[in-house]
């Protein structure tokens, strides 16, 4: 049955974020009676018992308070959520269940002992075009070639929902802007929400698409070679906005079903750099890098929750031989070194005849990116000399510290004797203003008492610095580290120079060499937590949904303290200002 559909009610219906590419003007009839929903089609359904969701995401991403006789605009779809829920599409217009905060019309048919009961809806009719025609979202999908695109990718996958997947790769887009390249954030399978589009699209990416752009309400169950055209449809449309690299996210976990026949996909390999993959602990990341490897993967690094535990990178470092970033060093660009060799490496087995491939395989950053951004070039020598300084100032604050708590508790450490008068009790973090910028160095702590560095501690010339780096392995090395010393020690405290202290400035010396470039060495063994939230999932109960708020707690808020997950100082161009980014490009949505 055929009916007209008048327009305020469409108005006043609430409108899913899966169905915002289609127009409501062609919204103008309901199909009625016995009728067999596929995936894609839309629906307007009343609202029966709120449940698990309580809130609609509209198009435009604000989340609508839902309640009973409200009537809702979603689409049907199959659902996969270890985490939440497994639903398929029933076989007609019966009353059924809302699985996801997006707009997904499914019937449950299991759910994770945590979750609630999804909302119950029932469906009033399939949405149809004048001609009585039912609209899909597949008819509304980005318009492009599915040829072979003439763009790059880098492949964000992981052990499970809730691995890290996002995170990664908007630290990623993140990393590749602040480096001055333009940037496509593509989700190529899922459940449609707005969330990970959010973050992407917040962290600068010039064009950010997902399946529901490629016409898919969901993709559980749809054949893989559907996902695959969707998947060229959308990196031939980020290439004709002038992206030179694309960051592509495959949802959940190896296991899926989707997911465990695309990591073999022959045309998403084609186009692919490198993966960087996402895990909860070491085992999973042992198993997920050998599974990508066997696929033809060529697995670059390794990120995601596993990063929480520094026992847990120093297991799947070992185990796997990659290098675990946190998402913080994945935004400061660490790990573009490895991608431009990847793109070299590209251009070489290609004949060199690959336009795409030219700007990631030029150096890791142009001049002007330099001048106006607060991102240090990694492989420059300015910046491996500042690296340097900081490490040797840092080291040399420690040294008077240790020496200044050593007078205060009558003994040095370790050393037992009627002298002693206190102990120490470990170390704190804390910001010291230098000549060099702020330092991070560990204070020690006493048992009894207080103990703050001073003021002294500040007033070292870059001078001093200098001298260090310049005598190192030379003759006046240990008289420069003196004279570095003498001008950051109190006067009332004598600070001996030995040669233990030669040695630490030396290994300080190093290891900020190495840390300039990711790919030098491997990770140090104090290494310390990385990934303070995992994947953004924007149907997540109401203990976890707002993770853009979790995000700016943990990630940023620790980034404006100035530490790095490793406990490095942040490196930052002298009087560098933030990126002028593009302006963010977005796919247009018909009619709006």
């Known amino acids: 049955?055929?009916?007209?559909?008048?327009?305020?009610?469409?108005?006043?219906?609430?409108?899913?974020?899966?169905?915002?590419?289609?127009?409501?003007?062609?919204?103008?009839?309901?199909?009625?009676?016995?009728?067999?929903?596929?995936?894609?089609?839309?629906?307007?359904?009343?609202?029966?018992?709120?449940?698990?969701?309580?809130?609609?995401?509209?198009?435009?991403?604000?989340?609508?308070?839902?309640?009973?006789?409200?009537?809702?605009?979603?689409?049907?779809?199959?659902?996969?959520?270890?985490?939440?829920?497994?639903?398929?599409?029933?076989?007609?217009?019966?009353?059924?269940?809302?699985?996801?905060?997006?707009?997904?019309?499914?019937v449950e048919i299991s759910r994770h002992e945590r979750m609630l009961p999804p909302t119950r809806i029932s469906p009033l009719g399939l949405l149809a075009r004048a001609d009585g025609t039912r609209m899909n979202l597949a008819d509304y999908g980005v318009r492009a070639g599915e040829g072979p695109p003439p763009i790059a990718a880098l492949l964000s996958l992981g052990t499970s929902m809730n691995a890290g997947k996002t995170l990664t790769a908007m630290s990623m887009v993140r990393g590749l802007k602040r480096l001055g390249h333009k940037v496509a954030a593509l989700k190529i399978t899922g459940t449609g929400a707005g969330g990970d589009i959010w973050i992407v699209r917040d962290a600068g990416a010039d064009v950010v698409a997902d399946f529901t752009d490629a016409g898919f309400a969901s993709t559980y169950l749809t054949p893989i070679e559907d996902i695959e055209r969707g998947c060229a449809r959308l990196l031939n449309y980020a290439a004709d906005q002038g992206c030179d690299i694309a960051v592509i996210e495959i949802a959940d976990g190896l296991q899926q079903l989707e997911t465990s026949r695309l990591i073999h996909s022959r045309s998403i390999l084609d186009v692919t750099l490198g993966t960087v993959f996402a895990a909860y602990d070491a085992m999973g990341a042992k198993y997920g890098v050998d599974v990508l490897r066997a696929a033809g993967h060529n697995v670059i690094a390794m990120s995601g929750r596993l990063g929480r535990s520094p026992l847990g990178v120093r297991e799947a470092e070992a185990a796997t031989g990659l290098r675990v970033f946190s998402p913080w060093e994945l935004q400061d660009g660490m790990l573009i070194p490895t991608i431009r060799s990847c793109a070299v490496a590209a251009l070489k087995a290609q004949g060199g005849d690959v336009p795409h491939l030219h700007r990631l395989a030029r150096d890791v950053l142009d001049p002007a990116v330099v001048r106006t951004s607060n991102v240090v070039n990694l492989m420059s020598p300015a910046a491996v000399r500042e690296e340097q300084a900081r490490a040797v100032l840092t080291c040399a604050i420690e040294h008077v510290m240790s020496a200044e708590v050593d007078a205060l508790c009558g003994a040095s450490f370790g050393v037992r004797g009627a002298t002693r008068k206190n102990r120490r009790n470990g170390f704190r973090p804390r910001r010291v203003a230098t000549v060099l910028g702020d330092l991070w160095v560990r204070v020690p702590r006493l048992r009894r008492g207080g103990y703050g560095p001073g003021e002294t501690l500040s007033v070292a010339s870059r001078e001093a610095v200098e001298a260090v780096l310049y005598s190192a392995n030379g003759p006046g090395f240990e008289a420069a580290v003196s004279a570095l010393v003498d001008a950051i020690r109190p006067e009332t405290v004598s600070v001996p120079v030995t040669g233990s202290l030669g040695q630490a400035v030396m290994s300080a010396i190093q290891s900020a060499t190495q840390t300039t470039d990711p790919t030098v060495g491997r990770l140090p063994q104090q290494a310390a937590v990385a990934v303070d939230d995992g994947e953004f999932d924007s149907d997540l109960d109401d203990d976890e949904q707002d993770s853009l708020d979790l995000m700016n707690e943990y990630g940023h808020t620790r980034r404006a303290e100035g530490f790095n997950s490793y406990g490095r100082p942040p490196s930052r161009a002298a009087g560098g200002a933030a990126p002028d980014y593009a302006p963010l490009r977005y796919i247009p949505i018909p009619g709006e």
Do not use: W
């Open 1 to 106: 049955m055929v009916a007209m559909l008048p327009k305020k009610r469409i108005d006043n219906a609430k409108r899913a974020f899966s169905t915002r590419r289609v127009p409501t003007g062609d919204m103008r009839r309901l199909l009625t009676g016995d009728l067999r929903p596929e995936p894609g089609d839309l629906v307007l359904a009343r609202v029966d018992e709120i449940l698990k969701h309580t809130k609609l995401e509209l198009t435009d991403g604000r989340k609508a308070h839902m309640f009973p006789g409200d009537e809702i605009i979603v689409a049907f779809g199959h659902r996969y959520a270890p985490d939440q829920y497994e639903a398929q599409i029933g076989e007609d217009l019966s009353p059924c269940d809302l699985v996801a905060a997006g707009g997904l019309a499914s």
